[in-house]
């Protein structure tokens, strides 16, 4: 049993793969637990970033947001859940919020790997290789 997860939450698919990982993070949970689910906007180069409005990159964050409460709210009952929303590379950003938290389990999906993930590495793979904690890999 876990005393804190950290959950990957992706918001394709209208969230079905942390809608999932939610659901099993409920019966790895020791009483008491808490969940942390953690999703990362990829910083935008700053040469692209230039040319975008500020007010559309606010608006893209609180739409995370927003869709990640509301995924707590159909899923998240009788767990305490945290949501937090970062920006940079994702890996690091999901190690990062482990450490913040303090999480013994981070849990995130993957694909089916693909040649180009045998040559630069996929977030979850990156994740397992550097954690310091223990990584739950869904399919």
Same mark, same amino acid.
């Given at each position: 049993?876990?005393?804190?997860?950290? *959950?990957?939450?992706?918001?394709?698919n209208e969230g079905a793969t942390t809608r999932a990982a939610l659901a099993r993070a409920k019966t790895l949970l020791?009483?008491?637990?808490k969940v942390t689910l953690v999703h990362v906007i990829d910083?935008?180069?700053?040469?692209?970033?230039?040319?975008?409005?500020?007010a559309h990159i606010k608006?893209?964050?609180?739409?995370v947001e927003d869709q990640l409460d509301q995924l707590v709210k159909d899923?998240?009952?009788?767990?305490?859940?945290?949501?937090?929303?970062?920006?940079?590379q994702p890996a690091a950003a999901i190690l990062s919020t482990a450490d913040d938290v303090?999480?013994?389990l981070v849990? *995130?999906?993957?694909?089916?790997?693909?040649?180009?993930?045998?040559?630069i590495g996929s977030t979850a793979a990156?994740?397992?290789r550097h954690a310091p904690m223990s990584v739950l890999v869904t399919r």
């Open positions: 049993m876990y005393k804190s997860v950290v *959950i990957a939450a992706a918001l394709f020791e009483e008491g637990g910083e935008v180069p700053g040469y692209v970033a230039a040319s975008i409005p500020q608006e893209r964050r609180k739409d899923e998240g009952s009788g767990v305490d859940v945290d949501v937090v929303v970062r920006e940079g303090g999480a013994d849990m *995130i999906a993957s694909h089916k790997p693909g040649l180009s993930d045998y040559f990156r994740v397992v």
